[in-house]
Structures are given as structure tokens and as C-alpha cells.
């Protein structure tokens, strides 16, 4: 009987401990997971004129995620630099489009101004206007 309730207490225990406990708001984003959600997607066109839908500031030295809605297909991400022309790919992984913390600062450092496109199969997507704002990395999505 002693085992029983042994048993019976260890396991109420890990129940108890199983249990999410409450968190908290923190982090840049408002809910600390270093997610950013975009708009809508549309239809891709010339973005002379519109206003931004969204904008984020991202700091040097951090990773950002930015996840697409849920209209968008599978997606393929560029970034090009407007000064060089260089052109690099942005991973896009199922909804989330990744800027590892490495090219983050490499065009902080650069002060650069450049544009990601991310668009899918049907042409919908974002383009992202990428420039540097007090040590910031800001990206504008139209």
C-alpha cells in the first residue's frame, strides 16, 4: 500500500511539474520569441509611393525571424545590396524567412540599403526595403 501511494505522489508530482507555468511579455518584440509577423502577403508590384505595412528595427547582434501569413506558398528568399549589387539568398524555411545574426551585422556594419524579395509559385510575397537607422537594422515591408 506504501509503494501505492509512493507511485501515486511521484506522479502527481511530475503531473504538477508538466504543468506550463505563467510567462511574461519580454523581449523586442512584445512577445520575447524573436518572431516578427508580417502582413498579409500581395501580390508583388512597384512599391514607389506606398507606405510601409510594417516596420522593425533589429539589433546588430541578433538573429531575425520574420514569419509570412498564411497565404503564401512555398517561398523563395534574395536579398540584393542597392550600393554593389551583390546578391545573396535568404533562407526561407515553411513560413519563416531567416536573417542569421551574421548578415544582420555584416550590413550594419556596411551601413547598407537593400531590398529582400520574398515570393512564392503565384507571385505573392514581400518586399522588404533593409536599411541601417541608429545602429539598427530597420526593414520596411510593402
Avoid at 509512493?6 to 512584445?30: C, K, Q, S, V
Wanted: net charge neutral; with cysteine; glycine share 14%.
Amino acid at each position: 500500500m506504501t509503494t501505492l501511494l509512493r507511485f501515486l505522489a511521484i506522479g502527481l508530482l511530475a503531473a504538477l511539474l508538466a504543468l506550463p507555468g505563467r510567462g511574461h511579455d519580454g523581449g523586442e518584440n512584445g512577445s520575447g520569441t524573436g518572431v516578427w509577423v508580417l502582413p498579409r502577403a500581395t501580390h508583388l508590384g512597384p512599391t514607389n509611393g506606398c507606405a510601409p505595412r510594417a516596420t522593425f528595427a533589429v539589433a546588430p547582434n541578433k538573429a531575425c525571424i520574420l514569419r509570412a501569413s498564411d497565404d503564401v506558398g512555398v517561398a523563395i528568399g534574395t536579398l540584393v545590396d542597392e550600393g554593389s549589387g551583390v546578391v545573396a539568398s535568404v533562407a526561407v524555411v515553411g513560413r519563416d524567412i531567416y536573417l542569421p545574426a551574421s548578415m544582420v551585422q555584416a550590413l550594419v556594419q556596411a551601413g547598407a540599403k537593400a531590398t529582400i524579395v520574398v515570393v512564392d509559385g503565384a507571385q505573392l510575397g514581400y518586399v522588404i526595403d533593409v536599411s541601417v537607422v541608429a545602429g539598427k537594422l530597420v526593414l520596411r515591408v510593402f
